[in-house]
């Protein structure tokens, strides 16, 4: 079955960065878009951006425009999500999805989560 | 951006009751809407997209209905397993946009 396994949890320091990792199985990795969305404590979903496994390419919400990277590696069917400059509002779970549909930006499945807090 | 409004916060519903959940865009969005399923714990799980289509694998007991502005959850005959939280989530615009949920509560 399509699943995504993500990396472990992060405690970051503000003004560092962290990258988050998804591995992809059961699906052709090359074939859907990866979205990544984060929540933060008792609030909505919030979307992050999508990275094309096949090309490359990436789209992010101007929110993280200047500061967030999602790359991936065909090769172990895995994408990464980096964000820098951390603030203690990036405190949230981040999580990984799959296009569910070539036509539309919903999301199945999601990975588990990696829960990043910001402290000091 | 859109932004996504939903109605009530907490809804107090008894096991095998109907649970009516109202989602409000604050501009058109057609009919790209989708509705997930939060448990505690968990990660969001997709519901019902397209505003009325029910995902892969999910019961005839969710349904959705709307389109433009104003959408409903519909779950019929309520089980403990539903009881979670729903987020609605609009495609329509860039950015995506999410709604701050409703929480299903056994009554």
């Known amino acids: 079955q399509v699943q995504l396994v993500q990396s472990g949890a992060e405690v970051k320091k503000p003004g560092a960065s962290v990258k988050v990792s998804c591995k992809a199985s059961?699906?052709?990795?090359?074939?859907?878009?990866l979205h990544w969305v984060r929540q933060a404590p008792g609030q909505g979903p919030e979307w992050m951006g999508w990275?094309?496994?096949?090309?490359?390419?990436?789209d992010y919400a101007q929110k993280f425009q200047d500061r967030v990277t999602m790359t991936r590696d065909t090769s172990i069917r895995t994408a990464y999500l980096e964000l820098s400059r951390l603030t203690y509002d990036d405190t949230a779970v981040y999580y990984c999805?799959?296009?569910?549909?070539?036509?539309?930006?919903?999301?199945?499945?999601w990975g588990q989560g990696t829960l990043v807090t910001v402290t000091s | 951006e859109i932004v996504m409004t939903q109605s009530p916060a907490t809804l107090s519903v008894s096991p095998g009751e109907r649970a009516t959940l109202s989602c409000r865009a604050s501009?058109?969005?057609?009919?790209?809407l989708a509705w997930y399923q939060q448990r505690p714990g968990q990660a969001p799980r997709l519901l019902i997209y397209?505003?009325?289509t029910r995902a892969t694998g999910i019961p005839a007991t969710f349904s959705g209905s709307g389109s433009g502005t104003d959408f409903t959850l519909t779950i019929s005959s309520l089980q403990s397993e539903d009881f979670a939280v729903y987020y609605c989530h609009q495609y329509n615009d860039w950015p995506d946009t999410f709604g701050q949920g409703t929480k299903l509560e056994i009554k």
């Open positions: 501009q058109t969005v057609r009919s790209r």
């Open positions: 999805a799959r296009q569910y549909l070539s036509t539309t930006t919903v999301f199945d499945p």
């Open positions: 990275i094309n496994p096949n090309s490359g390419a990436t």
């Open positions: 059961g699906y052709t990795f090359t074939g859907d878009y």
């Open positions: 397209g505003a009325s």
